[in-house]
């Protein structure tokens, strides 16, 4: 099983501030990786797949990084509805993983 | 609209069993796969099950693999998930989501059913 990892486990930004999440796997998974994002009470929301390619709907804001293991996601400038947790998932093999979240809160 | 609507979550106690639905509209589950994904309570995602287009291939996590089922009614454009030998730990926020057509990653969520095991 391929294990994503994370970091930080919490992020403390101001509004306008730039954000970026960390998500590493323990085996290549090349460029089969997406992020999510989760408010409180309803269910993830597709960001970011393929590594870099935005979802429809997903605002310029939002970019996704990296190759391999090692990838990032950079919210450029915080809105107030982008304090949420944010999850990588990997679907280049079975089972697909997710990483344990990224909360990205107000400071 | 494309949606996704679960439903069937409940309370149940340990090595009950339960069966949930997941009712798309707006695309034919036909031609899409298909996942189950859940959430324990304060916790992360965790992928369950897929189901290919035209049931075709099914993939699970081992946490629940021969207790849990996927299916399909392409009829009633429904997903199911057949639960058995339920435990404390499969509490959860169950959705539905599904495969995108493009790439692996899962593009549109049913809002989730809450599944609580509990004596």
């Known amino acids: 099983e391929i294990v994503m990892t994370q970091s930080p486990a919490t992020l403390s930004v101001s509004p306008g501030e730039r954000a970026t999440l960390s998500c590493r796997a323990s085996h290549s998974i090349s460029d089969n990786l997406a992020w999510y994002q989760q408010k409180p009470g309803q269910p993830p929301r597709l960001l970011i797949y393929d590594v870099s390619t935005r979802a429809t709907g997903i605002p310029a804001g939002f970019s996704g990084s990296g190759s391999g293991t090692e990838f990032t996601l950079t919210i450029s400038s915080l809105q107030s509805e982008d304090f949420a947790v944010y999850y990588c998932q990997q679907y280049n093999k079975w089972p697909q993983t997710f990483g344990q979240g990224t909360k990205v809160e107000i400071k | 609209e494309v949606q996704l609507v679960e439903s069937g979550g409940g309370l149940v106690q340990p090595g009950g069993s339960l069966r949930l639905s997941c009712a798309a509209s707006g695309f034919s589950l036909s031609t899409y796969g298909m996942n189950w994904v859940r959430q324990a309570p304060g916790k992360g995602l965790e992928w369950l099950s897929y189901l290919g287009s035209g049931s075709s291939t099914i993939h699970s996590a081992d946490s629940v693999r021969g207790r849990f089922t996927i299916s399909s009614d392409n009829a009633k454009n429904s997903l199911y998930l057949q639960m058995s030998s339920l435990r404390d730990e499969d509490t959860a926020v169950y959705y539905c989501?599904?495969?995108?057509?493009?790439?692996?990653?899962?593009?549109?969520w049913g809002q989730g059913t809450t599944v609580t095991v509990s004596s």
């Open positions: 989501a599904r495969y995108s057509g493009y790439s692996g990653a899962l593009d549109v």
